[in-house]
């Protein structure tokens, strides 16, 4: 029997972008989820806007959460599986921090990547994601009361951890990342037995990003990989690259 090959897509509503869960409408997720499956594409990764899924570090919403569900039942029905993505965090350019996460501290300058939290362009710095012990309580809340609700259920292939991680704030060191990727997944395989994976990117492989594939491998089921050509010359060519590629995500 030949071997299937999975595609898929990234996912936000047409219209809303990233203020989709601020604005969740049902009916939205079931006309372009359709178009999703009509495309005979098989899964859709979606990505749990930090600030709207847990707007206190101890706080997850549980409207957000419900709606979460919706978005589950609705790839159920239409046939496509759903890759659900933690801590974004970075996405398009914009890092979106949850305002609870932000130090005390203004940088005085810009940052390197446009910061926005709850609505508004911040100059405060980040707590490091990593290994602030308020990140990592917070990290654990959301993934318990997510995978605790919907870890076994049958629209999710997987898991992912972040978008680009790296651009959102970089590890200090290897071990930093490596030691979180671990972390992460250990707490996920509590309540689900779904496959795990990290959103990576070229630079995880082409310069530091704080995270090795190597690394991660131990703890993920598959690696992934963002190959962008217009940020990265050797993407846009046949080879020797692609084999490069498909490799690193094997």
């Known amino acids: 029997m030949a071997e299937s090959f999975l595609l898929g897509v990234n996912y936000w509503p047409r219209k809303k972008a990233m203020y989709w869960w601020k604005d969740f409408d049902r009916s939205e997720v079931e006309e372009e989820f359709a178009q999703i499956a009509a495309l005979k594409l098989q899964v859709a990764r979606i990505f749990l806007f930090w600030e709207d899924f847990q707007p206190a570090a101890n706080h997850i919403d549980d409207q957000t959460l419900r709606n979460l569900g919706t978005v589950l039942e609705v790839a159920q029905e239409v046939g496509i599986q759903v890759m659900p993505t933690f801590f974004t965090g970075h996405m398009s350019g914009v890092n979106w921090w949850p305002k609870w996460a932000l130090l005390d501290r203004d940088m005085g300058r810009a940052l390197p990547m446009r ?17 602030d012990p308020l990140m990592l309580a917070a990290e654990r809340l959301l993934i318990a009361k997510v995978c605790g609700r919907y870890g076994d259920h049958p629209a999710i292939y997987s898991w992912n951890f972040s978008n680009e991680p790296d651009l959102f704030y970089t590890p200090k060191t290897y071990a930093d990342g490596a030691k979180w990727n671990a972390f992460v997944a250990t707490e996920v395989r509590k309540y689900s037995r779904k496959p795990i994976s990290a959103g990576m ?11 090795r594939p190597d690394q991660l491998a131990p703890s993920n089921d598959f690696l992934s990989m963002h190959g962008y050509s217009i940020y990265y010359d050797l993407t846009a060519s046949n080879a020797p690259s692609t084999a490069m590629w498909c490799r690193y995500s094997h």
């Open 115 to 131: 910061c926005i939290a709850d609505g508004e362009v911040t100059l405060r710095e980040g707590r490091d994601p990593y290994t």
């Open 201 to 211: 990117h070229a630079p995880t492989i082409c310069g530091y990003s704080g995270f």
